[in-house]
């Protein structure tokens, strides 16, 4: 068993209080190879040492003797619809819903209050152009140098972070005082993007069982290569439980 310790800076948060999902899913997944199914079981803690334990195929990140996340290898059968162009993208992103209200306005990935270099900025809106999937959403994405590693490309952690919050807004009931937080997400990287290249992340729903939603979602680079893909369970939560 490998044992990895560390802290959930600040910036990385998604609720004020806890990780992001996807980041925090992107960090417990990087010791395993191949698509990962990431299940959180607790809010992921800030500025907390956590210990991530690791076997060839399965890794468990703790907060003392608390279970926060658990993961497993696992094929992943999804295949995303067909991709929006980038100026579709920047047209769906001007009717993002976040604009006008934000359960988490200060979330890494989606967050509008956060500034250029600090959070992603991702902002997907719904794409009306013909032929686009029923409910496809989809954000251009630029990745800030402070997301590259030595190589100039962008970490995987952050490619999970990608997937993360667009498919939450692919599902998110349209009623007030009703939040989506993150259960699972299920994700494969299969190639890499560098810092400064202009991406395209899409989102879109899957299925729905009571307070359950399922979503999927892509990243794809420049060229219009597929990145990376992911299938995501969000939880319907009261918004004023995560304020």
Request: aromatic share 8%; net charge neutral; proline share 10%.
């Amino acid at each position: 068993m490998h044992v990895d310790r560390f802290e959930i800076a600040g910036r990385f948060c998604g609720p004020p209080r806890s990780g992001n999902g996807g980041y925090v899913c992107g960090r417990v997944a990087s010791r395993l190879p191949g698509p990962v199914a990431v299940r959180l079981k607790a809010p992921p803690p800030l500025h907390t040492e956590l210990r991530l334990e690791s076997t060839g195929s399965a890794a468990r990140l703790f907060d003392g003797t608390t279970l926060v996340a658990e993961a497993r290898c696992a094929p992943l059968d999804l295949q995303p619809p067909r991709a929006p162009s980038r100026a579709e993208a920047e047209r769906a992103a001007q009717d993002y819903a976040g604009f006008h209200a934000h359960a988490f306005p200060g979330c890494f990935v989606c967050g509008p209050a956060r500034q250029p270099g600090d959070g992603l900025r991702i902002f997907p809106g719904t794409v009306h152009a013909a032929g686009a999937g029923v409910g496809l959403l989809a954000a251009p994405w630029t990745p800030d140098a402070s997301l590259a590693g030595d190589g100039g490309t962008v970490r995987p952690e952050f490619l999970w972070s990608a997937l993360d919050c667009p498919g939450g807004f692919a599902v998110l009931p349209p009623v007030g005082g009703v939040a989506v937080v993150l259960g699972e997400l299920w994700a494969s990287i299969e190639g890499a993007v560098g810092a400064g290249e202009p991406c395209l992340v899409t989102a879109w729903p899957l299925a729905v069982d009571g307070r359950k939603h399922v979503a999927g979602s892509a990243v794809y680079g420049a060229d219009g290569r597929l990145v990376a893909r992911a299938r995501a369970v969000w939880l319907e939560v009261p918004a004023s439980s995560w304020t």
